[in-house]
């Protein structure tokens, strides 16, 4: 039973939200009005009001302060997200207990074309450095980007490709960090300049360097991690419409630590490139395309320095968008295709060469009546997965639903309740896998005989947006039938566990809650408290049992100092103990984490260069990430402090 001080700071979170109503008294004219952020991501444009279910928006100074290594560390503790770990070269957000192929990362909107949905020591190509926004969508607006999108979709967005004409000549970026006490340390630069009235041009590069991180319990070996990455990138504006590109290149040697030390060499190159026609038709108002392809590959290095398996991954995705407007009637209709032709050579090739191609025909729609918000999705979606060396073809075609409602009570309050049906066919991972997995410990089974995952899923919220107190619930359930999962049997082949790929009903339900009180507001100095916590709670409804690799309850409560010269924030995050194990898992123990950050702006003239502080877990208490494989031999990190500099030209 957790003791009453752990939940202190969940319950702040609650209390917050439930003062809500009693700061609608506040008189407008004296609080300043903020509005919700605008969601590039979604297909329509979109505050985060205009969206029935949860949505989060990490940008700005929030980015900043949160900014890792990963993006999975980046998100972690965001109400509703987790993280896997295998040290700090790899981390993938798990979204309400569900990660892998049901949660979809992209970068830029378009794919992220590497393979962390095939293995959580797999690190995702998504350069936190770059990132100058991150979304993370749920509901009706994830249809529009595939079928295995039932959990959410993360967006990363940079600047590679120009949005937009920089304004009094050339823009830019610099950022770079140096650990106290420990040779981490790493750097980002960006410059994006006019080339003539209608062109810009971007460069961008970066880099990080990590030595083995500290746990509270001592040094974690195999644990370094470093990246390279660069991009060039360019557009071309005129008054009907708008085409770019971009090439980029990631490199990344990182550690996986455990008893049998792997080291994982990852590479990418990648090529961007989109465009946008403004009123190219009647009704419709914008046309817009993009396209990624990119050549990944990686190597898993034994201790000896032999390469033990090769991936590669060669893969391409493009859609195409028309957005138009009929009345109170916008909407976006559209398609999209993908392949992914993916090889694994070596002693650890568990999974034979495949390609995957995919083929979807999409549309959401949006009714503005009064207070009254209505929005219909749906998506159809043909998938093959073919294994040419076992003359074996697997196809599914999948048809998703989904419909949401949003009721505004004033300017300042409003409630959304969404529904979905989502179908899902099994991935090449979980059809054929057959082998070893030393990085994970594990000796992997496919099954062939999966069929389709369906989703049900209902989601009501509540939020507050304007006023001195503002904050957000959701109340969300999905239950699935024919549920895939990889469980581990209890059994051993060539000394590993083995995991089963197999399918079974089960339920997720969860609740999400954030709330922020802006309580002073003086000659440009404020002071604000914000909190939030999450839950999910997911079964196995064949046997009641919980399911495995669940997130126990997380919590976040903070207090924020800001004004033009300096930001302060202190908080406190954790997580409650897991002790609903499914099979063959053991129980985690909770923790609590201290962190807080500083922010010196010192020149009155140029605000926009930036001093920073940043300590995190400041007490070194030892935690475990209950997600994790590795929980046991890679702790989360110990106290950890940095010095950085940043600015914006």
């Known amino acids: 039973m957790p003791k009453p001080s752990r939940l202190l700071p969940a319950y702040s979170a609650l209390l917050a939200l439930a003062a809500l109503p009693a700061a609608a008294q506040e008189q407008p004219a004296e609080t300043p009005t903020l509005l919700p952020p605008v969601l590039v991501s979604a297909p329509l444009p979109s505050q985060a009001d205009d969206i029935p279910e949860g949505s989060t928006v990490l940008e700005g100074q929030k980015l900043q302060q949160r900014r890792a290594a990963t993006l999975g560390e980046t998100l972690d503790h965001t109400p509703g997200i987790a993280a896997t770990a295998f040290g700090p070269g790899a981390s993938r957000p798990i979204i309400r207990g569900q990660g892998g192929p049901r949660v979809r990362v992209l970068q830029n909107g378009v794919d992220s074309f590497d393979a962390a949905n095939v293995s959580p020591d797999h690190a995702v190509v998504a350069p936190m450095g770059s990132a100058t926004r991150i979304e993370v969508l749920r509901g009706p607006a994830t249809l529009l980007y595939g079928s295995s999108a039932i959990g959410g979709v993360v967006n990363v967005i940079d600047g590679r490709i120009p949005q937009a004409m920089p304004k009094d000549g050339a823009s830019g970026s610099l950022r770079l960090g140096q650990g106290l006490g420990r040779s981490d340390n790493d750097s980002f630069a960006s410059v994006t300049t006019p080339a003539g009235e209608n062109i810009a041009l971007h460069a961008e590069g970066g880099f990080s360097n990590a030595e083995d991180y500290r746990a509270g319990n001592g040094r974690v070996d195999n644990s370094a991690a470093r990246s390279r990455n660069g991009a060039l990138g360019g557009s071309l504006f005129g008054n009907s419409g708008y085409a770019g590109m971009a090439v980029s290149r990631f490199h990344s040697y990182y550690g996986v630590p455990g008893a049998d030390p792997v080291h994982i060499a990852l590479r990418q190159t990648r090529l961007d490139a989109q465009f946008g026609l403004y009123d190219p038709l009647p009704l419709v108002s914008e046309l817009r395309g993009k396209f990624g392809y990119a050549d990944y590959k990686h190597d898993e290095i034994e201790p000896a320095g032999e390469i033990a398996t090769r991936f590669n991954n060669d893969s391409w995705e493009g859609r195409l968008e028309a957005l138009h407007k009929l009345g109170n009637i916008e909407g976006v209709v559209g398609m999209q295709s993908n392949r992914r032709d993916f090889t694994a050579l070596g002693e650890e090739a568990y999974l034979p ?27 159809l979606e043909y998938q093959s997965v073919d294994v040419p060396s076992q003359a ?83 109340l969300f359930a999905t ?82 100092a800001d004004s033009d010269m300096i930001g302060f924030r202190i908080e406190v995050l954790g997580r409650l103990a897991q002790q609903r194990t499914g099979a063959n898992e053991t129980e985690t123990s909770g923790y609590t984490l201290l962190n807080t950050a500083f922010t010196l702006r010192p020149f009155e003239n140029n605000r926009a260069i930036e001093l920073q502080l940043k300590g995190n877990n400041l007490t070194d208490r030892l935690g475990r990430n209950h997600v994790s494989l590795l929980k046991e031999e890679a702790p989360i990190r110990g106290r950890e402090i940095t010095l950085g500099l940043a600015m914006t030209f």
């Open 353 to 379: 060469q495949n390609v995957t191609d995919s083929h979807a025909l999409f549309a959401l729609e949006r009714f503005e009546a009064g207070p009254w918000q209505f929005s219909l999705g749906g998506r």
């Open 392 to 474: 074996q073809q697997r196809d599914f075609t999948s048809g998703s639903l989904a419909i949401g409602s949003i009721y505004r009570f004033n300017p300042t309050y409003s409630t959304g309740l969404s529904l979905s049906r989502t179908e899902r066919g099994p991935t090449a991972e979980e059809l054929f896998s057959n082998g070893a997995h030393l990085a994970t410990r594990s000796f992997e089974i496919g099954n062939t005989g999966l069929g389709k995952e369906t989703a049900w899923h209902a989601e009501w919220s509540l939020r507050k947006n304007q006023g001195d107190v503002t904050g957000a619930l959701n």
């Open 479 to 560: 239950r699935y039938n024919n549920f895939i999962y990889g469980a581990f049997t209890g059994a051993q082949q060539a000394g590993l566990d083995e995991l089963l790929y197999s399918q079974t009903d089960a339920d997720f339900r969860g609740v999400e809650i954030e709330a922020t009180w802006r309580f002073m507001q003086v000659a440009g100095f404020g002071l604000s408290l914000d909190g939030g916590f999450d839950y999910v709670r997911a079964q196995d409804r064949g046997n009641g049992r919980p399911l495995p690799l669940i997130p126990p309850l997380g919590y976040r409560t903070g207090f924020n």
